[in-house]
């Protein structure tokens, strides 16, 4: 399994109140004691900090919020030690502003890295900078319109994201090479392969002229949907391949690399992961995260359980012969997995996060933990909107108020979906900061540490952590986990989520109960009543009933 690491929030440890590499190199233990095979770091390098690292000013360095290349090394080495491995996060579908790449490009029309990013003059007829004249009509993912107008050479640039980051163009070989290079720099270094971000943005659909096409009209707005522009583009595929001849072909087999690919699916999952065509190892996909949302992620709805087990269903089914699956609830990017698709009150939070866990873990695929899931971390308490600090969240703010829309609405919307919910320090201990840092963390400490938190669980048997390392356990132990064929079972439930798991002769059924009420095991599968348990998260009085969010992994006689 991968553990991912959002540094900044994980442990500080000069008390500066913001996490950092001397920090998960004294926490090396807890990573140990769960089982991690693999460390994923999101990113440490310099950067202006904007969106908390995903702009990134220089890719062969070590922001010194966060230590030094010194320290990566030592990471690196002490992760070697004890058999776990490095990812580090690899954000070249854009840049910062402030990269030396762009700041050259900016420089003039006719720099020699003008070509690097996707500048394009106002839309004929226009001035730049008046409203509409923008090249395309694309909506950018953290605020409004994907073009920054620049003044003084009187072009537009594209950032699909922030502003300040502006979208590398791939098209141009010099920039593939760049990044092929750099690549190749971390992996002499020792580490041990990417989690790639937003990498199937990296292909624009450009006319031979470089027209660049709009997107549908989105309803309300003046902007458009550019997506069909740049998710999985015409080249993508080609650049990935390329990629893998260039900085992965002739080395270790066993590195690895994820591509986080949002809009990505399933029929282009398979070919991203056939191993025959040499493109990523698996993709994070985004079905599942989208279930609960309506127009966009703001637009919150409630989970049905049958749209959760159709749309994994559908993954397992599609790539069981060919590539493979990355599984994960959470992420630095998602609101945590026991508030969202559990149950946080008190009475059901350790069941409901441990039965959500089991359930996961017990798909086949890799399965991704992301720092604090394994304690049962929870959506944090905002107040108001000051105690925001995300750029998605305050951009989304400040538009969706000037729109028109209701503040009050709108703040209900990003105290359930912020991504800042997954921001704030892991929670170590019951001390006034958590165990995090000796001084002032730079995001408040959810004030539930008192009682959810690492040290309380370490040795508590019955804990959310002690859950988590079982389940790694068991697929580290039993190939049927590992690699046993996936089958669903009860398709329609709305309550119970059940599938069998089989290899070799050998067959696991796993059911979990994703609600408040009990449920009666022979009515729904008869043939689980005798079977042996393997693995529970609740004890077991009653063989034929399943209690509120009870979990069994069941071997069949
Ligand atoms: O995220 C890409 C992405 O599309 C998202 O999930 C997005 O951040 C947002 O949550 C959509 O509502 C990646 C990184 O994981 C994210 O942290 C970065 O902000 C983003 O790319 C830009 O680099």
């Not at 006319?207 to 309803?219: E, F, M, N, R, Y």
């Not at 591509?259 to 699916?265: F, K, L, N, Q």
């Not at 866990?357 to 909107?385: C, D, I, K, S």
């Not at 998605?392 to 105290?415: C, P």
């Amino acid at each position: 399994m991968v553990y991912q690491i959002y540094p900044r929030s994980f442990m500080d440890s000069d008390g500066d109140g913001v996490g950092d590499l001397g920090g998960v190199l004294q926490r090396l233990d807890h990573l140990a004691d769960l089982g991690v095979d693999v460390l994923w770091l999101s990113p440490v390098y310099p950067s202006p900090q904007a969106d908390n690292g995903y702009d990134i000013s220089d890719y062969q360095g070590i922001d010194p919020l966060f230590g030094t290349l010194d320290q990566l090394d030592d990471l690196i080495v002490k992760l070697h030690a004890r058999g776990m491995r490095l990812l580090m996060d690899l954000v070249v579908n854009h840049t910062s502003d402030e990269h030396p790449w762009f700041l050259e490009s900016r420089a003039s029309r006719t720099s020699p890295k003008r070509d690097w990013y996707w500048w394009r003059p106002p839309r004929t007829g226009l001035a730049g900078g008046e409203p509409g004249a923008e090249p395309t009509n694309w909506q950018s993912f953290f605020s409004g319109s994907t073009w920054e107008y620049d003044e003084p050479s009187g072009e537009y640039y594209l950032h699909l994201f922030d502003r300040r980051q502006p979208d590398l163009n791939w098209e141009n070989p010099e920039v593939r090479e760049a990044v092929y290079s750099m690549m190749r720099w971390w992996l002499d270094r020792g580490v041990d392969g990417f989690r790639m971000d937003v990498i199937n943005m990296i292909s624009k659909d450009v006319a031979a002229d470089g027209h660049l096409h709009d997107g549908p009209p989105i309803p309300g707005t003046s902007l458009g949907d550019g997506s069909a522009s740049y998710l999985c583009g015409p080249r993508i595929h080609e650049f990935l391949q390329e990629m893998h001849r260039e900085v992965f072909a002739g080395r270790d087999a066993a590195l690895l690399t994820v591509g986080e690919m949002p809009g990505v699916t399933v029929e282009e999952a398979r070919l991203f992961t056939d191993p025959t065509r040499g493109e990523v190892d698996m993709v994070f996909q985004f079905e599942h995260v989208a279930l609960d949302q309506g127009s966009s992620k703001w637009d919150v709805r409630p989970l049905r359980m049958r749209d959760l087990k159709a749309s994994f269903g559908r993954w397992q089914a599609g790539l069981a012969d060919v590539g493979w699956n990355s599984l994960y609830w959470d992420n630095h990017d998602q609101p945590r997995a026991v508030s969202r698709f559990g149950d946080d009150s008190p009475r059901y939070r350790r069941d409901s996060a441990t039965c959500l866990a089991t359930l996961l873990h017990l798909h086949r695929g890799t399965p991704y933990v992301y720092q604090g899931e394994e304690l049962g971390m929870a959506n944090f308490p905002f107040a108001g909107l000051d105690d925001f600090s995300d750029i998605e969240s305050l951009n989304h703010h400040v538009q969706a108020v000037s729109a028109g829309e209701d503040a009050a609405h709108v703040l209900a919307a990003l105290r359930r979906m912020s991504r800042d919910n997954a921001r704030t320090p892991v929670q170590w201990d019951a001390s006034p900061s958590a165990g995090f840092t000796t001084g002032t963390p730079w995001m408040p400490v959810n004030p539930d540490h008192v009682e959810w938190n690492a040290d309380a669980q370490r040795n508590d048997p019955t804990s959310v952590l002690a859950h988590h390392r079982r389940l790694i356990a068991l697929r580290h132990e039993n190939a049927v986990v590992a690699l046993g064929d996936f089958h669903l079972l009860l398709p329609e439930h709305d309550q119970v989520y059940a599938f069998t798991r089989s290899l070799a002769g050998e067959t696991l059924v796993v059911v979990c109960n994703l609600s408040r009420t009990a449920q009666s095991l022979p009515d729904l599968l008869p043939q689980a009543v005798d079977a042996e348990l393997v693995l529970g998260n609740l004890p077991v009085d009653d063989a034929a009933v399943l209690r509120p969010w009870e979990a069994r992994v069941l071997r069949l006689r």
